[in-house]
């Protein structure tokens, strides 16, 4: 079946590197997706990786795939005040339309 | 528009009333989704829209839960005789194509409404 997890919460200082952990269980999913929703706000696609890539870097960001663990990450770079926010995971399989999300890992950075 | 928009952005109702929500997405996207994010919960699906087909409603909780999606583009989500449980936030997206079996085409979401059944 479809399930996404996520821790549910992390703390870092600003200016240090956060990375935030998600486990996935179908191994059919084709694309994996970081979302950031801040306080008020809808979900803002951060990135996305292709199942057939085992990392991708676009900034500040750095995914990591695991595909054997089933393993997804996303490491945030010299993390500031305004990356706070909650984080959701997120699965697709690349015969479906449906977006499978995580619970979500509420970020908090620390001056 | 430029991005998806959703309206109310809050609605405070009576327990047992309908309410009606609505999304405009972007102009050109053939694909829309309706999403429910409960408190400390992830997002969970509620009914998908592509083009002139036949939606998946495979989502909606109850029979109480309806949308529609007219000339393809507006859609609405109606829930009759609310309840307490039915207290969230609902999220609109929208995409360029289903992406099934494509490249990704990605949603893009709107700012929610959020719902309060008193």
């Known amino acids: 079946g479809e399930d996404v997890e996520q821790s549910l919460f992390l703390s870092v200082r600003e200016g240090d590197s956060s990375v935030i952990n998600c486990t996935y269980t179908d191994s059919s999913s084709t694309y994996l997706y970081w979302y950031k929703q801040e306080p008020g706000a809808g979900l803002q696609l951060l990135t996305y990786?292709?199942?057939?890539?085992d990392m991708k870097q676009d900034q500040r960001l750095t995914v990591l795939l695991n595909k054997k663990d089933k393993h997804l990450s996303l490491r945030i770079a010299d993390t500031q005040t305004g990356d706070s926010a909650i984080y959701f995971c997120a699965e697709r399989m690349d015969s479906s339309y449906k977006l499978i999300f995580g619970s979500g890992t509420r970020l908090l950075v620390r001056p | 528009g430029a991005g998806v928009s959703q309206s109310p952005s809050n609605k405070v109702t009576e327990k047992g009333k309908d309410v009606e929500l609505r999304c405009d997405p972007i102009?050109?996207?053939?694909?829309l989704y309706w999403y429910r994010q409960s408190l400390g919960q992830g997002l969970e699906f509620l009914i998908y829209?592509?083009?002139?087909?036949?939606?998946?409603k495979s989502g909606l909780p109850s029979d109480r839960f309806s949308a529609e999606r007219t000339g393809g583009s507006v859609s609405t989500l109606t829930i009759q005789r609310t309840q307490q449980e039915d207290s969230a936030v609902y999220l609109c997206?929208?995409?360029?194509?289903?992406?099934?079996?494509?490249?990704?085409?990605?949603?893009?979401f709107g700012s929610g409404t959020r719902l309060t059944v008193v």
């Open positions: 829209f592509q083009g002139n087909s036949a939606p998946d």
């Open positions: 102009s050109g996207h053939t694909a």
């Open positions: 990786i292709f199942s057939n890539m």
């Open positions: 997206a929208s995409s360029p194509s289903s992406g099934i079996g494509g490249r990704d085409s990605g949603y893009t």
